[in-house]
């Protein structure tokens, strides 16, 4: 069984590498509403982009799969991670959440000369040639931060713990996961329930939060290289301000329920494609 485990819990990291480096395709603008807001700093892309960074996840698994899974795949994938259902939940979960004021000032932020170059550098940093530059020169300039700047360092730990990057990943990592081991389980004529498949993404993934704290680092190295060490400053002030706490943490938390249920819902119609579970 580890022989088909352990291939697909690199292609679960590939797929959420992609998902963690999507972010606004646009600039940021004024918002007053928690749909706003999520559309002002690129959670609304970010969720958008989850379906079909899925549907394609099923290429980076190395095992050979047959015609019969492919299909199978494609049938589950119909309706499954659909970015207007999961943004209406988590908007539902989030609703009420945030007080008035909090909504203000990142409103505020957000529609700042701050708030657009940051959103500005994460689109630059989002596209094609960004995420292979951040493969590569990433992991160099993280390298070099110790010696270099190691101020610039310690804010860059801080910003991705106050935006909770390594939570959220682990949390797609897991139900992504849930949802890919299910398939290759069912390919493999080996069905289990889904109360043992979750076991077992949980011991697979024993290490993966190491993996994703260590790609957050080598992202937030290459994105924020070129913003001033002031300005830099001034971002993780908001981010641990009452509104950028408040919303991270909820954001986190609508997340993790919503990708729960659509990546067990996506496993059931996997099985069912399979031929392993009734409709």
């Not at 040639?129 to 730990?157: F, H, Q």
Request: charged letters at 20%; a negative charge.
């Amino acid at each position: 069984m580890t022989s088909f485990l352990v291939p697909t819990t690199r292609a679960v990291l590939v797929v959420c590498a992609l998902l963690l480096g999507l972010v606004a395709a646009t600039v940021a603008a004024p918002a007053q509403t928690i749909g706003e807001i999520n559309r002002a700093n690129g959670f609304h892309e970010m969720l958008m982009g989850i379906g079909p960074n899925i549907a394609n996840g099923i290429k980076s698994i190395p095992e050979p799969l047959s015609k019969n899974f492919h299909e199978a795949w494609s049938a589950a994938m119909e309706g499954s991670f659909d970015g207007a259902r999961m943004e209406t939940a988590v908007e539902s979960q989030m609703a009420d959440k945030l007080a008035a004021a909090d909504l203000s000032d990142l409103a505020t932020f957000y529609a700042s000369a701050l708030g657009k170059r940051v959103t500005a550098l994460e689109i630059q940093s989002s596209g094609s040639e960004g995420k292979e530059s951040k493969r590569t020169d990433g992991k160099r300039i993280l390298a070099e931060l110790p010696s270099k700047d190691a101020v610039r360092l310690e804010l860059y730990r801080k910003i991705m713990d106050d935006i909770s990057a390594v939570d959220t990943g682990e949390a797609m990592a897991l139900n992504i996961g849930y949802a890919m081991f299910s398939g290759v389980l069912g390919a493999a004529g080996k069905p289990l329930p889904d109360d043992q498949i979750m076991a077992l993404v949980h011991r697979q993934y024993a290490k993966v939060r190491q993996t994703i704290e260590k790609n957050v680092m080598e992202s937030a190295a290459y994105t924020y290289r070129d913003l001033p060490l002031e300005e830099l400053k001034l971002y993780s002030t908001f981010l641990a301000s009452s509104a950028g706490h408040h919303y991270y943490d909820q954001m986190l938390t609508a997340l993790s329920a919503v990708m729960a249920v659509e990546a067990r819902s996506f496993g059931h119609r996997l099985f069912v494609a399979l031929g392993y579970r009734k409709a």
